[in-house]
């Protein structure tokens, strides 16, 4: 990360001193690096539809932190804390996403709000959000592959988690290679799986409380004992509830990390114009609704002293969801759910190499990156980019001994968090500017294709927020008894890299804050609607010469209903 800013600095220097020199100001539309002048630039390629734009958002939300990170805030802040904490930071991220599409969808470019900040806020700002970005997506993969390696516990001990490791990566990385096509279509059925688990498991859960299976009406047991609200490590009275919630606020704070996705998917999005307030319109809702109802149906299936909840235990039993089918003495459900489980971890992997190989490219391209990075194959995909996500994915090997993978997966899922949070903090950021800067030149925002409803108040909202929560993510290290070097490591280094990124380009560039009379709202944007293309309507794929993809078929075929992106579900028979 730091070696490619120091080879960089000279190119660097000239052309963000060249972009804010008072003499460069004849023309608007000098912030963007004009990626035709690179040598041998290849072209990212648009060939995501809608469906697939609104199934990666959906896809990228819903995993790890729904179906495991609830395990450790349903024991940390109790039913009441965990059922708060996200649906508190559910709405944060409802503003993000609607400040965000605002953006996006008049003006859908490479790099997506890394881009954005470089245009409406500074070139130092685009430098340390995209390196802590591409940070943020390359450590998660790993993340992700230790999680379903941890699940497979479940069933076999024996099995060394390094063996699940690498057949897993090997999977993610098949996917990837295949090109923007390829990932868009497997994350799309993936996705339409994962969204169609969560109603079933939710449709269950709710049966299972009202003792429609065991005949033991569960109600709000739990709530009631151990109660609603825990006290957080021994901290006594009132604010030791009140830290028990906040600690969940972190905790789901890294569920909802990716509902920011089709920003830097919108780059290969056909007619973005249309497609990406669609997707932020559908998604938002849905990710909304999905994590709170969940968190809520698991608040009243499992107590939260209930000791499989502990991530320190080395059984992948360790899922609420998988605990609460255990309880009720369902014979193969259990397996069922735990194998969905790990489908949909490597779902999310999946979608991890791809957001980090498109954000290294989009720093390549924006020269804040070596240029060589900038190749991409016939179908699109950035190469290089790819096989340096590829490498730090096999990190996920650190996890293979026994008895750490619960502890790698926590450190790395904190500082996760933080960079996420760190970047959710600059879109906010991002879009005061933007919004500013549509005042002071008097455009109208009435004409753009998708306009948040919060505007600028919801972004200052959100901006308060993330900050708050930044600060104080590692409390609990400073409570008495409780300071762990490698926990303040995790919960604060991702900020002083953030900062050392931030300061040290502004001073070897000179770079300065865009003055709001010069933003380009104009470069980029997307006028032109293309045709819609037709959802797919067999599960069938057609490998022979001459036919497509999704070739159709006169044979039964099956549609998924209307689920999740406004997918319509229909049987076909042929008459």
Not at 176 to 194: A, H, I, Q, T
Not at 381 to 409: D, E, H, N, W
Not at 520 to 549: W, Y
């Amino acid at each position: 990360m730091f070696s490619s800013f120091f080879l960089m600095r000279d190119s660097s220097q000239s052309l963000d001193r060249q972009k804010n020199s008072a003499k460069d100001l004849e023309s608007p539309y000098h912030f963007d690096y004009d990626s035709s002048d690179l040598p041998r630039v290849g072209e990212l390629q648009r060939q995501l539809q809608n469906r697939h734009v609104a199934m990666i958002s959906i896809g990228g939300a819903i995993g790890t932190g729904l179906f495991v990170g609830t395990a450790s805030a349903l024991s940390h802040g109790g039913a009441l804390g965990l059922v708060i904490g996200y649906t508190f930071m559910g709405f944060v991220a409802w503003m993000l996403m609607c400040s965000l599409g605002e953006m996006i969808a008049h003006l859908p470019i490479v790099g997506g709000h890394l881009a954005l900040a470089n245009r409406f806020f500074s070139s130092s700002l685009s430098f340390a959000l995209g390196w802590s970005y591409w940070y943020l997506w390359s450590i998660v993969c790993p993340t992700e592959l230790s999680a379903s390696a941890l699940l497979m516990t479940y069933w076999d001990l024996k099995v060394a988690l390094a063996v699940y490791i690498g057949i897993f990566l090997v999977f993610v990385g098949a996917v990837n290679l295949g090109g923007v096509r390829v990932y868009g279509e497997m994350e799309f059925w993936f996705s339409s799986l994962k969204v169609l688990a969560v109603m079933i498991v939710l449709v269950l859960g709710i049966i299972l409380d009202l003792g429609g299976v065991t005949g033991d009406r569960i109600g709000f047991r739990y709530w009631k004992n151990p109660g609603p609200l825990v006290q957080y490590d021994g901290v006594p009275g009132a604010l030791g509830r009140f830290c028990a919630v906040f600690s969940v606020l972190i905790t789901a704070a890294f569920s909802y990390i990716g509902v920011e996705l089709p920003a830097i998917a919108a780059a290969e999005a056909k007619n973005p114009k249309r497609n990406l307030p669609k997707a932020i319109k559908r998604v938002a809702g849905r990710v909304l609704g999905f994590y709170v109802a969940g968190t809520f149906i698991v608040s009243l299936l499992v107590p939260a002293n209930e000791p499989r909840l502990s991530l320190k235990t080395e059984t992948g039993a360790k899922s609420p969801f998988v605990i609460a089918m255990q309880n009720a003495g369902i014979k193969g459900l259990p397996s069922v759910l735990n194998a969905s489980l790990v489908t949909f971890t490597l779902s999310a992997a999946s979608s991890n190499i791809y957001i980090s190989s498109r954000c290294l490219y989009g720093l390549s391209v924006a020269g804040k990156a070596p240029r060589f990075l900038t190749k991409t194959t016939r179908n699109g995909l950035p190469i290089y980019c790819y096989l340096v996500a590829m490498a730090i994915a096999t990190l996920g090997f650190v996890a293979a001994s026994k008895g750490k993978a619960g502890a790698v997966f926590g450190y790395f899922a904190n500082m996760t968090s933080v960079t996420g949070l760190l970047n959710w903090w600059g879109i906010f950021l991002i879009y005061i500017r933007f919004y500013k800067g549509t005042q002071a030149q008097g455009f109208d925002r009435a004409k753009l294709p998708y306009r948040s409803p919060f505007g600028g108040a919801g972004a200052w909202f959100g901006l308060v927020t993330c900050s708050i929560i930044i600060i104080f993510n590692g409390f609990e290290v400073f409570l008495p008894g409780q300071w762990r070097l490698e926990k303040f490591l995790t919960c604060y280094l991702p900020i002083a890299v953030f900062a050392i990124l931030f300061f040290a380009h502004r001073w070897w560039t000179g770079a300065r804050m865009i003055d709001e009379q010069a933003m380009d709202f104009f470069t980029g944007s997307q006028d032109a609607v293309e045709e819609e293309e037709i959802p797919p309507k067999t599960l069938i794929v057609f490998a022979g010469k001459g036919s497509n993809m999704w070739q159709k078929i006169k044979t039964p075929q099956l549609v998924v209903e209307k689920a999740f992106a406004n997918i319509q579900v229909q049987l076909v028979r042929k008459s």
